[in-house]
């Protein structure tokens, strides 16, 4: 009703102006203008072919049965997934709201493409194993007809992490998770280190843990352009805009112990237009909220946390902007093509860019270390001084735990989180895309059971705590 009210307003004030300018015109330009008018006058007269007097074709559609508020590899594997799984074809319509249509600014873009099933939890390293999996079949996924197939340069180099003493008997544990969940990976001593990397420097180092299988890194740019195509062909909508608003209806219920809570559902989206005042509310059954960085704003803006402290009302989700600084160097005497992704004692880590002695690395900060999150700006003290380029980009950072935020909310029944995963969304983004639709279809988790990563645990203070954060 929106749409069809704000066309015929619009078209109005086009005709007034089609009729005032008769003024200097030819009696050939008068007639062509007076058919012009009446084809316009006979799209809005009952019974008459509508053609729209207002372009509308960038606004969202008025109605939507899903939509997710973020157009990143979380947000598209999330769509790919709802359209892959439904039980029709066409039987969901799904939008996707992104507002930086450039990338230039969404972390995905800005990543340096890591993909490890070296970590401490058993979801973490199912996640990835699925998702390493994933990106070698990477074809057969996302394949669309009469297009080019997709080159996702998986460089399979493993990853090899570094302990101290006070830390070599929590990777020996980790390691053991790790086996018991098929991850390929053995640990080495500074003496076998040393023989197969001797460009190490294994001063301070007591234990190291090398990925055998499926660990490496990939090009980022390819699987979320991968991603947006695919979800194109299987008809998931675009929109460049801004979330600015939801519409919710509200419900009382009373728990077992006779607590009183309000249980929301939001019916519609209010969507901003990119460079514009204008903005289209859409009505829909579900909301993803896979906003990154921003996600935490976006359930404020369901109400998410907007109660008494310590309620679950007053539960926030606990996800904030964290700037990461990426530095790219040249050294042609550096360790060269058989370099593996290498995460230090030190929290530094770096790989091999290329075939050029190119290298990309960075610096994990302290709580005391973290930079402004306001800006991309790039401090090129951080980490060396002798660097190429530079650039910053954002972690979706879960302060409660480091982990994901995976499934509804208790209280916003129908909002859906993927979100939080604090530098490891990208390489886990497959995975956690199947996980999320299963959710909206099924009810409950078909293939890797995420429970331990839904909204409850922030106000349970349950943390999950993943030792592997880079």
Same mark, same amino acid.
Request: contains cysteine.
């Given at each position: 009703? !929106?749409?069809?009210?704000?066309?015929?307003?619009?078209? &109005?004030?086009?005709?007034?102006?089609?009729?005032?300018?008769?003024?200097?015109?030819?009696?050939?330009?008068?007639?062509?203008?007076?058919?012009?008018?009446?084809?316009?006058? @006979?799209?809005?007269?009952?019974?008459?072919?509508?053609?729209?007097?207002?372009?509308?074709?960038?606004?969202?559609?008025?109605?939507?049965?899903?939509?997710?508020?973020?157009?990143?590899?979380?947000?598209?594997?999330?769509?790919?997934?709802?359209?892959?799984?439904?039980?029709?074809?066409?039987?969901?319509?799904?939008?996707?709201?992104?507002?930086?249509?450039?990338?230039?600014?969404? =972390?995905?873009?800005?990543?340096? *493409? *890591?993909?490890?099933?070296?970590?401490?939890?058993?979801?973490?390293?199912?996640?990835?194993?699925?998702?390493?999996? !994933?990106?070698?079949?990477?074809?057969?996924?996302?394949?669309?007809?009469?297009?080019?197939?997709?080159?996702?340069?998986?460089?399979?180099?493993?990853?090899?992490?570094?302990?101290?003493?006070?830390?070599?008997?929590?990777?020996?544990?980790n390691v053991k998770v790790q086996r018991q969940e098929g991850v390929q990976v053995c640990l080495m001593s500074p003496e076998q280190l040393r023989n197969k990397f001797p460009w190490i420097n294994t001063e301070g180092v007591a234990l190291a843990s090398y990925?055998?299988?499926?660990?490496?890194?990939?090009?980022?740019?390819?699987?979320?352009?991968?991603?947006? &195509?695919?979800?194109?062909?299987? *008809?998931?909508?675009?929109?460049?805009?801004?979330?600015?608003? !939801?519409?919710?209806? =509200?419900?009382?219920?009373?728990?077992?112990?006779?607590?009183?809570?309000?249980?929301?559902?939001?019916?519609?989206?209010?969507?901003?237009?990119?460079?514009?005042?204008?903005? @289209?509310?859409?009505?829909?059954?579900?909301?993803?909220?896979?906003?990154?960085?921003?996600?935490?704003?976006?359930?404020?803006?369901?109400?998410?946390?907007?109660?008494?402290?310590?309620?679950?009302?007053?539960?926030?989700?606990?996800?904030?902007?964290?700037? &990461?600084?990426?530095?790219?160097?040249?050294?042609?005497?550096?360790?060269?093509?058989?370099?593996?992704?290498?995460?230090?004692?030190?929290?530094?880590?770096? &790989?091999?860019?290329?075939?050029?002695?190119?290298?990309?690395?960075?610096?994990?900060?302290?709580?005391?270390?973290?930079?402004?999150?306001?800006?991309?700006?790039?401090?090129?003290?951080?980490?060396?001084?002798?660097?190429?380029?530079?650039?910053?980009?954002?972690?979706?950072?879960?302060?409660?735990?480091?982990?994901?935020?995976?499934?509804?909310?208790?209280?916003?029944?129908?909002?859906?989180?993927?979100?939080?995963?604090?530098?490891?969304?990208?390489?886990?983004?497959?995975?956690?895309?199947?996980?999320?639709?299963?959710?909206?279809?099924?009810?409950?988790?078909?293939?890797?059971?995420?429970?331990?990563?839904?909204?409850?645990? !922030?106000?349970?203070?349950?943390?999950?705590?993943?030792?592997?954060?880079?």
């Amino acid at each position: 009703m !929106f749409r069809g009210v704000f066309r015929l307003c619009a078209g &109005r004030g086009r005709l007034g102006r089609g009729l005032s300018t008769r003024r200097g015109g030819s009696a050939l330009d008068w007639a062509e203008k007076v058919s012009e008018i009446k084809k316009k006058i @006979q799209s809005v007269l009952p019974g008459g072919a509508w053609n729209p007097l207002y372009d509308t074709s960038h606004l969202p559609p008025e109605h939507s049965d899903v939509v997710i508020v973020g157009g990143g590899v979380l947000g598209l594997s999330v769509a790919y997934w709802l359209k892959r799984l439904e039980k029709q074809r066409g039987a969901i319509k799904v939008l996707v709201v992104e507002r930086d249509h450039t990338y230039s600014r969404a =972390s995905t873009g800005l990543s340096v *493409g *890591g993909i490890r099933q070296q970590y401490s939890l058993p979801e973490n390293i199912q996640l990835s194993l699925f998702s390493v999996s !994933f990106l070698r079949n990477l074809n057969d996924y996302l394949a669309v007809v009469d297009d080019s197939p997709l080159d996702i340069q998986f460089n399979p180099s493993g990853y090899l992490m570094l302990a101290s003493e006070k830390d070599a008997a929590i990777m020996e544990n980790n390691v053991k998770v790790q086996r018991q969940e098929g991850v390929q990976v053995c640990l080495m001593s500074p003496e076998q280190l040393r023989n197969k990397f001797p460009w190490i420097n294994t001063e301070g180092v007591a234990l190291a843990s090398y990925g055998l299988e499926g660990e490496g890194w990939f090009d980022p740019w390819c699987l979320l352009q991968g991603l947006r &195509r695919k979800v194109q062909s299987m *008809g998931v909508l675009f929109c460049h805009g801004e979330v600015t608003r !939801f519409v919710s209806s =509200s419900s009382r219920m009373e728990t077992m112990s006779g607590e009183e809570m309000t249980l929301k559902r939001i019916h519609e989206v209010h969507v901003k237009m990119d460079h514009s005042m204008e903005y @289209q509310p859409v009505e829909c059954a579900i909301v993803i909220n896979a906003a990154g960085a921003w996600s935490g704003q976006v359930a404020e803006l369901a109400g998410i946390g907007n109660g008494p402290p310590g309620t679950l009302q007053g539960t926030k989700l606990p996800v904030e902007p964290r700037k &990461r600084y990426v530095y790219l160097w040249h050294c042609p005497q550096g360790p060269g093509l058989e370099t593996p992704f290498l995460a230090d004692t030190s929290r530094a880590y770096f &790989r091999r860019e290329g075939l050029g002695n190119n290298y990309l690395g960075g610096c994990s900060p302290t709580e005391e270390e973290e930079p402004d999150p306001g800006n991309l700006e790039v401090d090129h003290g951080f980490f060396q001084d002798k660097v190429r380029n530079a650039w910053a980009g954002y972690y979706d950072y879960n302060t409660f735990d480091q982990n994901g935020v995976v499934g509804p909310h208790p209280l916003v029944v129908n909002m859906y989180f993927a979100t939080g995963f604090s530098g490891h969304g990208l390489q886990q983004a497959p995975a956690v895309g199947r996980a999320v639709a299963e959710l909206v279809l099924e009810g409950q988790f078909q293939t890797i059971n995420l429970s331990s990563f839904l909204f409850s645990r !922030f106000f349970l203070g349950e943390k999950v705590l993943e030792r592997y954060i880079i």
